[in-house]
């Protein structure tokens, strides 16, 4: 049972930051630079276990669409334990401090997978409390933008 309460947790941030992205790559200019490195059919996947649970997304006429499958990956992270995955979804750990630890594997180019990183550092910061993100980022990145209006865009679907 605990194993699939934390699963659906992570599903459910793994939603709500996708949303976030979503949104934030038309309307914050650090995101949507880092984002237009991505080429055309850009696809990511980020798996929480070993039943392939997760998101997969994918860069399409230059915005940011959740597909069910695709053949290829650009970039994959696979969490090693439901409970790495945990620890980076509600925020006890940061993505870097996860990737030092060895909490997930990564299949990839590690220069685009960095760009990655940097985007979801972003959305984190409009997505945590600050006591939150300054626990998991190296630095507060300032907001373009209130988490007030990102989080109305996200529930919303602006």
């Not at 194993?3 to 930051?17: N, P």
Request: aromatic share 10%.
């Amino acid at each position: 049972m605990k194993t699939f309460l934390k699963t659906k947790t992570c599903q459910v941030v793994l939603l709500v930051l996708y949303r976030a992205l979503k949104t934030l790559v038309r309307k914050e200019s650090r995101i949507k630079k880092e984002f237009s490195s991505f080429t055309d059919g850009y696809c990511i996947k980020i798996t929480l276990n070993s039943k392939g649970d997760g998101l997969i997304i994918k860069k399409e006429n230059g915005r940011l669409i959740k597909v069910k499958e695709s053949a290829f990956y650009d970039i994959e992270i696979r969490f090693k334990s439901i409970d790495s995955a945990f620890l980076v979804f509600t925020g006890c750990i940061g993505l870097s401090r996860a990737y030092s630890e060895h909490r997930f594997a990564l299949k990839g180019d590690i220069r685009e997978a960095m760009a990655l990183v940097r985007i979801i550092d972003l959305a984190e910061s409009y997505l945590f409390p600050s006591i939150m993100s300054k626990r998991i980022l190296r630095s507060l990145p300032k907001k373009e933008r209130s988490s007030l209006s990102v989080y109305r865009m996200v529930l919303l679907g602006f």
